[in-house]
């Protein structure tokens, strides 16, 4: 079992960055790919950003790529979301999520999740 707790989000203006982050507790983090993944109101659930285990590969949406950045430290078995440049539509809430298998960008892949926080960007 592992249990995530996100924090960071808030409310930005366009063009301004938050870094999120991701609390992990109970089984050993480092053996799990993780990833951020968002939900906008009436949207699925949709990939953001991966990372491996030992944080060598990473993944992006394309929506992202260049603006956020996925990084992980397991000696403090927390996982990293900085987001800069931000956009009206990057609206959502963030959720993390760990994978007992290999980088995934496909939500069903994904063991564990985190509750969630909100990221409102304002135009």
Same mark, same amino acid.
């Given at each position: 079992?592992?249990?995530?707790?996100? /924090?960071?989000?808030?409310?930005?203006?366009?063009?301004? #960055?938050?870094?999120? #982050?991701?609390?992990? /507790?109970? =089984?050993?983090? #480092? /053996? %799990?790919?993780?990833?951020?993944?968002?939900?906008? !109101?009436?949207?699925? =659930?949709?990939?953001?950003?991966?990372?491996?285990? $030992?944080?060598?590969? +990473?993944?992006?949406?394309? /929506?992202?790529?260049?603006?956020?950045?996925? $990084? =992980?430290?397991?000696?403090?078995? +927390?996982? %990293?979301?900085?987001?800069? $440049?931000?956009? !009206?539509?990057? +609206?959502?809430?963030? %959720?993390?999520?760990? @994978?007992?298998?290999?980088? $995934? =960008?496909? !939500? @069903?892949?994904? @063991? %564990?999740?985190?509750?969630?926080?909100?990221?409102?960007? #304002?135009?």
């Amino acid at each position: 079992q592992v249990q995530l707790v996100e /924090s960071g989000g808030g409310l930005v203006q366009a063009g301004g #960055s938050l870094r999120l #982050s991701c609390a992990a /507790s109970g =089984r050993t983090f #480092s /053996s %799990y790919a993780m990833g951020w993944f968002r939900q906008a !109101p009436g949207k699925e =659930r949709e990939f953001v950003a991966g990372i491996s285990w $030992s944080g060598i590969r +990473t993944a992006y949406a394309d /929506s992202v790529k260049g603006r956020f950045s996925i $990084s =992980r430290d397991n000696a403090k078995n +927390t996982l %990293y979301l900085q987001m800069n $440049s931000l956009k !009206p539509e990057d +609206t959502a809430v963030y %959720y993390c999520a760990a @994978d007992s298998g290999v980088l $995934s =960008r496909t !939500p @069903d892949e994904y @063991d %564990y999740w985190g509750q969630g926080t909100q990221v409102t960007v #304002s135009s």
